[in-house]
């Protein structure tokens, strides 16, 4: 299902957001109750949830949190969430668990890489975030950990990364490493999406099938007989 919505946002070049409306739209004017398990539709709610903990007194987060919090574009860190959202949902990893911790770490990592840096009091932010969707800091922590060990190995993908990553120490520590991806992140996920667009593109377009080539047996060519042309 995900993997549609990418093929669908992508031929009709329309974002994210516009699909999202219309989907929104539609299925309420069916009356169609559904789950989503694309984490990118819980995007919006935690996006509100950062502006109210930015504004929020007394604030569940530390001073120093709060102060790089307002330093961030929300509105470019949700546009990289959106694609992260989609590269780690054509992976398939994820795709049997539930999508709002999903959701959450998406939006930390997508925080980190616009900063540049590892956020201070991670876990306090998690937690902040998770208690949106009733849940706790710690599903939040290992689906981020799961996510951050993918985004590192397409790391290697990219051939400028690779070569320089090469060159880098290897006792740096979690804080370090985690403030590394930070800074390479847009580059990792612009190469990802230009690499499945180009996979996608060199499949050849897409043709809607003509009459002639639509089977038609011959009782559906003998129905046609008892058929009210004037109805």
């Not at 069916?30 to 949830?49: A, C, E, F, I, M």
């Not at 998690?126 to 710690?138: H, M, N, Q, V, Y």
């Amino acid at each position: 299902m995900v993997r549609l919505t990418s093929l669908i946002q992508y031929l009709l070049d329309e974002s994210p957001v516009a699909l999202a409306r219309v989907f929104s739209s539609l299925i309420t004017l069916l009356g169609v109750k559904l789950t989503s398990v694309d984490p990118s539709w819980h995007l919006p709610v935690l996006q509100r949830r950062l502006i109210e903990l930015r504004d929020e007194r007394p604030s569940p987060l530390p001073q120093n949190s709060i102060e790089v919090l307002q330093s961030i574009n929300l509105a470019s860190a949700t546009r990289t969430a959106y694609v992260l959202c989609e590269l780690v949902s054509r992976t398939g990893i994820l795709c049997n668990m539930p999508s709002p911790p999903t959701s959450c770490a998406v939006y930390i990592l997508a925080l980190e890489g616009e900063v540049l840096s590892s956020l201070p009091h991670v876990g306090c932010l998690a937690k902040a975030l998770a208690i949106r969707f009733g849940l706790k800091e710690g599903v939040v922590m290992r689906r981020y950990k799961i996510i951050y060990d993918e985004v590192t190995r397409w790391t290697a993908d990219v051939p400028w990364l690779a070569q320089s990553d090469g060159t880098k120490s290897k006792s740096r520590g979690k804080l370090g490493k985690r403030a590394s991806l930070a800074r390479t992140l847009k580059d990792v996920i612009m190469f990802q999406e230009r690499k499945w667009k180009a996979q996608l593109e060199s499949s050849g377009p897409l043709h809607a099938p003509s009459e002639d080539d639509v089977p038609v047996s011959s009782s559906e060519i003998n129905s046609n007989d008892n058929v009210d042309l004037e109805r």
